[in-house]
């Protein structure tokens, strides 16, 4: 094998992202996956049923429209379609109101006024400041952290005092943004329930932020998904990088990271085999892993062996597939057009499930994003039936559950009983606002936190945004204090997973942030020797 520029670990979203920026520079590049094909989280099967295809882990991919990364990539030349549910985000309750994100601003405005007069026009003033500062956020949000030129344009854009205040409404807890813009429940279910997407509760700060830059997302790109499964996402990464003359090797892992006189010079992988590298070596890796695996401690600093034993990872997930044998029976109109529905009857329980996963305990009623992937893509199973998953969350470690403290409680052994008592509150939550559901139902899969840990290791304990969203653990914090960049302490190696800035998501940001800084290391110091 001709010694590659690069090595890239992993071939998940940022590491195919990653591999192609360095193709795209004329580097020579391999990537290496420990899995039997590529993708990570973003990968999809028909093992429930042959005729229903179901997303392993991730769905729909509002940030990777909305990424100019993956967006100049243009992956549509690869053979990518992206396909949109005829309204965004439902949230129903029990009396039969609904709160839906649609299609347009307007649209969105006439569901939020429902819930009380002047909310429409709220939403409308939420979706302007939108219109203003999108691009800048993003550009801050998905660049190395500090984002320079795109807050230089942010601050340009806004005197002061304007941002001064749009600070503070992205700092603000869900509940709080909330009681702020909205007198109803409905705009406020929209943003809490998006908050929670990843671990952000309702009194959790940054919550209003990431609730309401999902909820314009959502407005501006739709929540879409890729035509035919998330693997196709996947397959387009590849394509392009094999075009460019990347190199692809699955079943093959990485052991270790093999660093000398302070710089990675090799990758070497379970079968023995050294792989020299000239330039870099990209981790699409979860930094404990890659810290406390790939990479001798001898190699790093005390003060980032300390750091790591804080990195808090996300909440736990559960997720259930399941094969219908027709739409979901919704109370509501307005969840029947949605490609996501959120179940939780207000704010209240919204943040009774949060608090009780914060102590540790299974939550009694779980809050359910709920996926009708026919209605967003009428590709993924027969004509009058609905391919159909949902998600809810779970401690990391469980000490107790709110739901049963009997023989029946679940207690994060995650076997088949516990599997089954979790799905079984997840359905009743389903049937309190689609009765009938369950009659509906002709296969059903059950995800535990160990089971999506096995199906992808970079999930630990199901964690899927490898990391707590809180502030704590965001921007200069990420992964661990003082960092926020793609750069580590061995030379030439370089941060590409979601443990980087800026996290979860499929985007691509981490790894393209990874490519261009060892690009830009190249050009200030030279290439070094073969």
């Known amino acids: 094998m001709t010694t590659p520029d690069a090595v890239v670990i992993g071939a998940g979203p940022n590491g195919l992202v990653a591999a192609n920026v360095l193709a ?206 998330a693997q196709a996402l996947t397959e387009a ?94 109370r509501s109109e307005g969840a029947r057009r949605a490609g996501t529905v959120h179940l939780a009857e207000g704010l209240d329980e919204l943040t009774l499930f949060s608090a009780q996963i914060a102590m540790s305990r299974v939550p009694r009623v779980p809050f359910v994003v709920l996926g009708q992937m026919t209605t967003a893509d009428a590709a993924r199973s027969p004509e009058g039936t609905e391919s159909a998953w949902a998600y809810t969350h779970v401690p990391q470690a469980v000490v107790g559950d709110a739901g049963d403290d009997g023989p029946g409680a679940i207690t994060g052994k995650w076997d088949e009983r516990e599997k089954e008592a979790i799905a079984a509150r997840v359905e009743a939550q389903i049937e309190r606002y689609a009765p009938g559901f369950g009659a509906t139902v002709r296969a059903r899969r059950v995800l535990a936190p160990p089971d999506l840990e096995r199906l992808n290791p970079a999930l630990i304990g199901g964690a899927v ?11 200069l914090f990420r992964p661990v204090p003082g960092t926020g960049r793609p750069g580590t302490p061995v030379r030439g190696l370089y941060l590409a997973s979601a443990t980087a800035h800026p996290g979860g998501g499929v985007h691509g940001a981490p790894g393209a942030n990874a490519a261009r800084t060892a690009l830009r290391s190249l050009r200030l110091r030279g290439s070094p020797a073969s």
């Open 465 to 475: 945004n490898q990391g707590t969203t809180n502030l704590h653990q965001q921007l």
């Open 237 to 330: 990464l590849v394509r392009r990088l094999e075009a460019r003359g990347g190199t692809l090797y699955c079943s093959r892992a990485a052991t270790q990271v093999v660093v000398r006189g302070g710089r990675a010079v090799a990758v070497r992988t379970v079968d023995g085999v050294e792989i020299p590298v000239r330039r870099a070596v990209l981790a699409d890796v979860p930094a404990p892993l890659l810290y406390e695996r790939l990479v001798g401690p001898e190699h790093l600093p005390a003060r980032l062996r300390a750091d790591l034993r804080r990195f808090q990872w996300d909440f736990a997930t559960v997720k259930v597939d399941w094969a219908l044998s027709g739409p979901i029976p919704w």
């Open 24 to 229: 795209d520079a004329g580097w020579r590049v391999v990537v290496l996956e420990a899995a039997p094909e590529p993708g990570g989280a973003v990968r999809s099967d028909r093992g429930l049923h042959p005729d229903y295809v179901h997303d392993l882990f991730s769905a729909f991919y509002p940030l990777a429209a909305a990424s100019p990364v993956i967006r100049d990539m243009r992956l549509e030349e690869q053979g990518l379609r992206w396909s949109r549910a005829p309204a965004v985000v439902a949230h129903p309750l029990e009396d039969g109101r609904c709160a839906v994100l649609g299609a347009t601003v307007h649209d969105t405005a006439a569901s939020v006024e429902a819930f009380a007069p002047g909310d429409g026009a709220a939403w409308e003033r939420l979706y302007a400041l939108w219109e203003r500062t999108g691009d800048d956020i993003l550009g801050c949000l998905f660049t190395p952290f500090p984002p320079v030129r795109a807050g230089v344009r942010l601050a340009a854009r806004l005197r002061a005092a304007e941002g001064l205040r749009l600070a503070r409404r992205m700092l603000l807890p869900a509940r709080r943004l909330g009681e702020e813009e909205f007198a109803g429940e409905g705009g406020r279910l929209l943003i809490a329930g998006n908050a929670l997407h990843a671990d952000l509760g309702p009194e959790s700060a940054l919550g209003g932020g990431f609730g309401w830059l999902m909820c314009m997302l959502g407005q501006a790109y739709g929540f879409p998904v890729p035509v035919g499964g």
